[in-house]
């Protein structure tokens, strides 16, 4: 036993893909496509995706938020994992991405369970909590602006049942959160961020390592 953390190298990473169930084909497709992008850096890796998926089928979601979908990779994961009824509720601000998740989506027959809502994420889970929505989503998944982080938190903690998760990526950060030469203002976003998470009384939360560090915050009473 140790309480040393693994250091994952090179073979490690490609052992632990090698013991992974296969990537779905679509969601290989999609992630081919995607690295063609300029932004390609901003997709999940199929470690996450399959964590996202288990989330949802360990947490029985039927209702789920996602804040930022890119090319729709993680979506598309959470929606292969929901029942036929569940549905999440989507926001980005880009049309031309989003149209690239939608064609996947549709392709995987899971379209009709998007509600994909194109505005700034904040309006749209404050439109939700206006009608009354509050404390019926059983899970979040946060990976946006950094800027905002700690808003789309507060927002979406409002939105998901009590003994609901909220997951938030990239809280590693590429290892910058741990430079202290690093004080770019979106470093400084995902350090504040960190740091509220470990006081905030709303939550049981874990900062792991998983990808590049997503942190898993599940609603208290």
Same mark, same amino acid.
């Given at each position: 036993?140790t309480t040393?953390?693994?250091e994952m190298?090179?073979?490690?990473v490609?052992?632990?893909?090698?013991?992974?169930i296969?990537e779905?084909?679509?969601?290989?497709?999609?992630?081919?496509e995607?690295?063609?992008?300029?932004?390609?850096?901003?997709?999940?890796?199929w470690?996450?995706?399959r964590?996202l998926?288990?989330?949802?089928? =360990?947490t029985?979601?039927?209702?789920? =938020?996602e804040?930022?979908v890119?090319t729709g990779?993680?979506?598309?994961?959470?929606?292969?994992?929901l029942p036929?009824?569940?549905?999440i509720?989507?926001?980005?601000?880009?049309?031309p991405?989003?149209?690239?998740?939608?064609?996947?989506?549709?392709?995987?027959?899971?379209?009709?369970?998007?509600?994909?809502?194109i505005a700034?994420?904040?309006?749209?889970l404050?439109? =939700?909590l206006?009608a009354?929505?509050?404390?019926t989503y059983?899970?979040?998944?946060i990976?946006a602006?950094?800027?905002?982080?700690?808003?789309?938190?507060?927002?979406?903690?409002?939105?998901?049942?009590?003994?609901?998760?909220v997951?938030?990526?990239n809280?590693?950060?590429y290892?910058r959160?741990?430079?202290?030469?690093?004080n770019d203002p979106?470093t400084?976003?995902?350090?504040?961020?960190?740091?509220?998470?470990?006081n905030?009384?709303?939550?049981?939360?874990? =900062?792991?390592?998983?990808?590049?560090?997503?942190?898993l915050?599940v609603?208290?009473?």
């Amino acid at each position: 036993m140790t309480t040393k953390p693994l250091e994952m190298t090179e073979e490690l990473v490609a052992y632990v893909r090698a013991m992974q169930i296969k990537e779905p084909e679509i969601l290989a497709r999609l992630a081919e496509e995607t690295s063609k992008d300029v932004k390609a850096h901003m997709r999940l890796g199929w470690e996450q995706g399959r964590f996202l998926m288990l989330l949802a089928r =360990l947490t029985q979601a039927k209702r789920t =938020l996602e804040i930022g979908v890119y090319t729709g990779y993680s979506a598309l994961c959470v929606a292969l994992a929901l029942p036929p009824e569940g549905r999440i509720t989507a926001c980005d601000v880009s049309v031309p991405w989003t149209d690239v998740a939608r064609r996947y989506w549709r392709e995987a027959g899971v379209e009709q369970k998007v509600d994909l809502r194109i505005a700034p994420a904040l309006d749209t889970l404050e439109s =939700l909590l206006d009608a009354g929505l509050a404390g019926t989503y059983d899970m979040a998944f946060i990976d946006a602006d950094k800027g905002n982080y700690q808003n789309y938190f507060d927002k979406c903690l409002a939105l998901v049942r009590p003994g609901g998760v909220v997951a938030v990526d990239n809280t590693l950060w590429y290892g910058r959160v741990v430079d202290p030469d690093n004080n770019d203002p979106e470093t400084l976003a995902i350090r504040a961020f960190n740091e509220r998470m470990r006081n905030d009384r709303r939550v049981d939360a874990c =900062l792991t390592a998983i990808g590049d560090g997503m942190t898993l915050a599940v609603k208290l009473g």
